[in-house]
């Protein structure tokens, strides 16, 4: 376990540069997570480091395969200054332990809800998990394991997390883009969805 989370650090640091802050939070019953902090210009990053050390597992699963399943780490990017945005560190470490505490496999397309702010204003409660492969690159591990997934998550409204419900995380990506919606903004307001 603590060797995959070293190579999980090696490349974050590869990908991101130096972290600058760091904090750790422990659940009940679960491993240790961490909440890595990179500065990047005006964009600040926030990357768990933890969630990787075990395979996700099938809840529905008899026994957990100790080395096969899926493995990821979340990525969170937001403009430096508009907001306390450093508040996100817990929530983002609840989301990173989801799979050890409810049995959830998280990928790309899943909508991860943290039932308050992400940060204090924010009006954001969830997330949208986009897909693995841009900002820091997957990490292949030794034959079983699967490779860690670095997972973006782009902030969403409540409206904007219900609309992506009914209609599909690729129709709520498309309406982002077409409204050229800066989903780094700590404090934007929904996309248009009527």
Do not use: C
């Amino acid at each position: 376990m603590s060797d995959v989370l070293a190579l999980v650090e090696a490349r974050l640091r590869t990908a991101l540069g130096e972290p600058d802050a760091r904090a750790a939070v422990t659940f009940l019953g679960t491993d240790r997570i961490e909440v890595l902090r990179f500065h990047d210009g005006d964009v600040v990053r926030y990357a768990t480091l933890g969630m990787s050390a075990q395979p996700m597992a099938d809840p529905t699963a008899v026994v957990a395969d100790p080395l096969r399943g899926p493995r990821a780490e979340l990525v969170l990017s937001v403009r430096a200054g508009l907001a306390d945005t450093d508040k996100v560190l817990r929530p983002l470490a609840v989301l990173a332990a989801s799979p050890q505490v409810e049995g959830l496999v998280v990928a790309p397309g899943a909508s991860l809800d943290t039932g308050e702010p992400l940060w204090p204003g924010a009006p954001f409660t969830s997330v949208l998990v986009a897909g693995s492969g841009g900002l820091v690159e997957d990490l292949e591990l030794d034959e079983p394991m699967d490779p860690v997934r670095f997972l973006p998550l782009l902030p969403m409204t409540p409206n904007e997390a219900a609309w992506k419900r009914v209609q599909g995380a690729s129709a709520l990506e498309e309406r982002w883009l077409r409204n050229g919606t800066d989903l780094r903004d700590p404090m934007r307001s929904g996309v248009p969805l009527g």
